[in-house]
């Protein structure tokens, strides 16, 4: 059974033109992260939820934004993908005390 | 100094090898450590906890060495399908009272028949 679903799994989308990715989790886990992963790097946090409490990275751009309507969803927008933006963006989820994060499929953004 | 560095790799080896994977971290407070796993297009996975003491899964031993900021990966007798990228991981309490993992950016492995 998938634990954490990312949609969609592929999205090419323009250069500025707005990009909603989303996550769910069936782990009922209390906090969700969002990471970037370009080509042979490796994952980047860009922000994470702590319940609803939203912690940001310090380098993360503005073009990024994060909503967390329930325990069960967030979403990662990006307001105006640049040509750097294309991506892997991994969905992660963890309790509270508890060291491992369940990974979703991640979603392949391209941006042309 | 990148907070968690692995070696460049890629490691190429023929079935049945040995091979070794080593990672240094420079946060002196990171609290846990792990190996994770990727396949290639794929979502990282966990592969094992790494303790001070040492542990053992099957073909993979994990060796943290504290004192040295020091993480090792050891596969025994490699098969084919440990082909991935292996990812050094570690684990520290954020400001927000939530864990944060660190990435290398990992060692690829390929096993040639």
């Known amino acids: 059974d998938a634990m954490v679903i990312q949609n969609p799994r592929y999205q090419v989308t323009q250069f500025g033109k707005p990009v909603t990715l989303s996550c769910s989790q069936t782990?009922?886990?209390?906090?969700m992260y969002w990471y970037q992963q370009k080509s042979s790097q490796a994952p980047k946090l860009l922000f994470h939820y702590y319940d609803k409490d939203f912690n940001n990275e310090a380098d993360t751009p503005d073009n990024f934004q994060s909503r967390r309507p329930n325990t069960s969803f967030c979403f990662l927008d990006i307001r105006s993908p640049g040509l750097g933006d294309t991506a892997m963006y991994l969905c992660?989820?963890?309790?509270?005390?508890?060291?491992?994060?369940?990974f979703g499929p991640g979603t392949r953004l391209t941006v042309t | 100094r990148k907070e968690v560095e692995q070696d460049p790799g890629p490691f190429n080896v023929p079935e049945g090898a040995t091979v070794a994977f080593n990672c240094t971290y420079s946060n002196s407070a990171s609290q846990s450590f792990f190996w994770y796993r990727q396949d290639c297009r794929k979502e990282p996975k966990l592969l094992m906890s790494?303790?001070?003491s040492g542990n053992e899964d099957g073909r993979f031993t994990a060796q943290l060495n504290r004192a040295s900021q020091y993480i090792s990966l050891l596969i025994r007798d490699s098969k084919l399908s440990d082909s991935a990228t292996y990812l050094c991981?570690?684990?520290?309490?954020?400001?927000?009272?939530?864990?944060?993992?660190?990435f290398g950016k990992g060692t690829k492995l390929s096993v040639i028949p």
């Open positions: 782990l009922n886990h209390n906090v």
């Open positions: 992660a989820t963890s309790r509270t005390g508890d060291n491992e994060q369940y």
């Open positions: 991981v570690v684990n520290g309490l954020s400001g927000a009272g939530s864990y944060q993992l660190t």
């Open positions: 790494v303790y001070s």
